[in-house]
């Protein structure tokens, strides 16, 4: 406030109180906002820090790394021997989690292509909205979509007897993770500069030569990060591999097989466990291995996506 | 292109190019198509019991008859205790990393969590909510404990959308009012907040649409099957939308088919009523700006 000019009157002292107030004030809420911004970060490692709490109990003692995960045996619950071995619920969920990526990945990059480059005006607009909606549906819908439709579907096409199965999943998984694909990747194609398409377009090329020729290149990694982005979405799906999975533990041999995922696991069985019991830690166990792969491919998505910005 | 003949090669390309907007087009179409034929047949077989009874009457004979409201209500007070807890927080964060944040590794850091925030599993995210608010902090199965976990786990929804209005307010607004030399914390309450209201508006109405679906961080922090009670205060449980459909299509035997697609249609309903409402106002906001 020094820089009035000179013929100004001198302040009252009132008006010094005032501005020192208002200082005070500034400098509290600044402290306050600082509060909110580290919330993220506390939380994070919050997360962390308590399911490790609640889990350490099974990853001390006679833990057997190997064991865990590479037994196929989950049976926290059996009268001769109790193993838990997570092999065949990470064969659950990779076999939906990779079948729902083969459907979403060329659907939500074909729309997303479609959206950004070849649609123009309201039909834009419309496409966009509706994959906005789509990725609304809430995973229990999606599940009870599962169980109440696509069942009694693919039992009568495919003729078997079961129709929770990881084509099942794959494909309720698949319609869930490729909305949430498709916006990613448009903002990628839409953070490509016109003038690579003005010059594209200047040299003759066709509407699909640009963008094969110059979009795509330019989008590469905000494209895979779409990607990263659903496999982990995917990956971390509960409810609606609960429902749909048909939550029998197997290593499947084809898309007709039930499995049971990770994630699905822990939802079924945490409400039966005693607190602090084997099976309660070795489900926080499951936890913790599930938060450290998301937060690696996060971390990898976030790093891939960077790169573009910076190049 | 008519003052040229286009050449074999033209044609080609040109060809390949139809070939492709088309096919582009079909699996858009494809990716589309579900949302109608999901939205037309829960209308269809839910409509036979939707009525003022189902949403505002207690389900009776094990839950195979009667409402749903007892559910309806439980999801209600776990969004607004969710809500009062992470809009707060969230737009605090959101005037921090839009207002103050420098660039640095710090608020790269901060943003890597609020990302890996939105990115971890729902199911751990109620892991975190039973070992802390249930058990370490003592509220017991509860709709607050509930709630607290649906705030952490939605509080990304709402800092994104707040930091991106808030960083739509054009530089030269806080500008101007710095040069009447008022305080940072003024330029943010007079100028920026105020003209970016409406955005922060939108991100809290889709965080409810996130919240209100959300079922598995409920499960095992407040959200219980039955309850023959409604809830009369935050320490104690509720029955919620989201885990009433999951039960009355997996936990109950001979349910009537259309009580699971009442509810199914009831939670749509809700949650793509408040993202219409989210996208309208975005709309509305766009036609509105001057700047």
């Given at each position: 406030m020094n820089n009035k000019p000179s013929s100004a009157p001198v302040p009252a002292s009132s008006d010094f109180d005032q501005l020192n107030r208002d200082w005070y004030i500034d400098k509290a809420v600044q402290a306050l906002v600082f509060i909110g911004g580290i919330s993220a970060i506390i939380f994070i490692i919050g997360i962390f820090v308590f399911i490790t709490k609640e889990g350490l109990g099974f990853l001390v003692g006679d833990f057997s790394f190997k064991e865990f995960f590479f037994s196929p045996n989950w049976r926290p619950t059996s009268e001769n021997k109790v193993t838990y071995g997570i092999l065949a619920l990470i064969a659950g969920t990779a076999s939906v989690t990779g079948l729902a990526m083969l459907i979403a990945i060329p659907f939500s990059l074909g729309t997303a292509i479609y959206i950004a480059e070849f649609a123009t005006g309201k039909t834009r607009e419309f496409l966009k909205i509706t994959v906005e909606l789509l990725a609304a549906i809430p995973?229990?819908?999606?599940?009870?979509?599962?169980?109440?439709?696509m069942n009694p579907l693919i039992i009568d096409i495919?003729?078997?007897p079961v129709g929770l199965n990881v084509l099942n999943a794959g494909i309720i998984l698949g319609l869930m993770a490729a909305p949430i694909m498709t916006s990613i990747a448009e903002d990628a194609l839409k953070a490509v500069p016109d003038r690579y398409r003005e010059a594209a377009e200047a040299m003759g090329a066709t509407r699909w030569q640009m963008i094969y020729k110059v979009v795509l290149p330019a989008a590469k990694n905000g494209l895979l990060g779409a990607v990263l982005l659903g496999v982990g979405r995917g990956f971390g799906e509960t409810m609606a591999v609960l429902m749909a999975t048909g939550h029998s533990i197997n290593i499947p041999g084809s898309v007709f097989d039930s499995v049971r995922a990770l994630t699905?696991?822990?939802?079924?069985?945490?409400?039966?466990?005693?607190?602090?019991?084997?099976?309660?830690?070795?489900?926080?166990t499951i936890g913790i291995s599930l938060f450290v792969i998301t937060f690696i491919i996060n971390l990898v998505a976030d790093l891939v996506v960077r790169g573009v910005r910076k190049g | 292109m008519s003052?040229?003949?286009a050449t074999?090669?033209?044609?080609?390309n040109l060809g390949r190019q139809k070939i492709f907007r088309t096919l582009l087009g079909g699996m858009t179409a494809i990716l589309i198509m579900p949302v109608v034929v999901i939205m037309a047949t829960l209308i269809y077989k839910g409509a036979p019991v939707m009525s003022l009874d189902f949403l505002f009457t207690n389900p009776t004979n094990g839950m195979t008859a009667g409402g749903i409201f007892p559910a309806l209500l439980g999801t209600i007070l776990l969004v607004v205790v969710a809500l009062l807890a992470s809009v707060p927080l969230g737009v605090a964060a959101a005037i921090y990393l839009s207002e103050y944040a420098p660039d640095n590794w710090f608020t790269r850091a901060i943003n890597l969590a609020i990302i890996n925030l939105a990115g971890v599993p729902s199911i751990v995210h109620a892991l975190f909510g039973l070992g802390a608010f249930v058990i370490f902090f003592r509220f017991g199965t509860s709709i607050l404990a509930a709630s607290l976990t649906l705030a952490i786990m939605t509080?990304?929804?709402?800092?994104v959308a707040t930091r991106e209005s808030l960083q739509a307010v054009p530089m030269a607004f806080r500008e101007a009012c710095w040069n009447m030399g008022a305080t940072r914390w003024q330029t943010i309450r007079r100028i920026v907040l105020p003209n970016a209201v409406t955005g922060i508006l939108t991100g809290v109405i889709l965080e409810v649409s996130r919240t209100a679906g959300e079922t598995a961080p409920i499960m095992f922090t407040g959200a219980v099957f039955f309850l023959p009670f409604l809830p009369?205060?935050?320490?104690?449980?509720?029955?919620?939308?989201?885990?009433?459909?999951?039960?009355?299509?997996?936990?109950?035997p001979e349910m009537p088919e259309a009580v699971p697609y009442g509810v199914a249609l009831v939670l749509i309903c809700l949650v793509l009523l408040m993202n219409s409402v989210s996208i309208a106002l975005r709309m509305y906001l766009r036609g509105k700006k001057k700047w």
């Open positions: 995973s229990v819908v999606w599940g009870f979509i599962g169980l109440a439709m495919f003729d078997v699905a696991t822990i939802a079924a069985e945490l409400g039966e466990t005693a607190v602090g019991s084997q099976h309660y830690k070795a489900l926080f | 003052m040229f003949a074999p090669i033209n044609r080609k509080l990304p929804v709402v800092i009369q205060g935050v320490f104690d449980q509720t029955m919620a939308l989201s885990l009433h459909l999951f039960v009355v299509s997996t936990q109950v």
